[in-house]
């Protein structure tokens, strides 16, 4: 069975510094991994997804995120936060065997500082 | 039009009401999904329909009929819907078949509140 912790349900820093938003997830095969985010009143987005090509995933507006077998983690990270990363954002895990098995952790808001 | 499009973006209903949520996808997906979004709650999956058939039904009440004429549109009906049942709703879509990522794109949801 497949699931995934998103650690903090809160997380606040100042613009310009660095944001780490992190992810544990458990799979029982090789698993594809993703990070979407969500504006105010607005659907989730694909920031970027793991499907075992390299390990350090690039995404969109700056985000990386790196795979650790060794640790369950698919942490999400920017070097320097804009007031507008201010969202929610989601870390996803699904074993690629169904289209419908995507499990999406509670959440993280991230909040910016001025 | 591109990718996951939700009509309409806001809707209030009272309880006796009938209305129907609309989603359409252009991304030549196979797959798509109703999540319901609830202030502090994980997101909930509601229905799944693969090739126009529903593969899953996550015991949603049947206050809440979905509807896939074909792979592209989507619907939910809504009927005798309680307060509880404000929130906002997602569709989604995805491709299916095989082994895949198979990573969901969503609609910008509808925001229903029920009075």
Redesign the interface.
């Known amino acids: 069975a497949q699931s995934v912790t998103q650690l903090g349900s809160h997380v606040s820093v100042s613009e310009g510094a660095l944001v780490l938003l992190r992810c544990n997830y458990s799979s029982s095969v090789p698993p594809y991994l993703f990070w979407y985010v969500q504006y105010p009143n607005q659907g989730l987005q694909l920031l970027l997804k793991y499907t075992s090509a390299a390990t350090l995933v690039k995404g969109i507006n700056d985000f990386e995120a790196e795979f650790k077998k060794s640790e369950t983690s698919f942490h999400l990270t920017k070097p320097s936060a804009h007031m507008s990363d201010a969202a929610e954002y989601f870390c996803a895990v699904s074993e690629g065997s169904s289209a419908s098995k995507i499990i999406f952790g509670s959440g993280t808001r991230l909040s910016i500082r001025p | 039009e591109t990718g ?1 499009t ?1 009509t309409p973006r806001h809707l209030v209903m009272g309880m006796t009401n009938k209305k129907s949520l609309k989603c359409e996808q252009h991304l030549g997906h ?2 798509m ?1 109703w999540y319901k979004q609830s202030a502090k709650k ?2 909930e ?1 509601m229905f ?1 329909y ?1 090739f126009k058939e529903q ?2 039904n996550n015991s949603v009440p049947s206050r809440f009929s979905p509807e896939c004429p074909n792979s592209s549109h989507l619907f939910l009906h809504l009927h005798t819907l309680q307060p509880e049942d404000s929130a ?1 709703y ?1 569709c ?1 879509s ?4 095989g ?11 509808t ?1 229903l509140t029920v009075t």
């Open positions: 996951v939700q196979n797959a999904y994980p997101l999956l799944v693969n593969t899953e906002l997602l989604a995805s491709q299916s078949g082994r895949s990522s198979y990573e969901q794109y969503f609609g910008p949801g925001r």
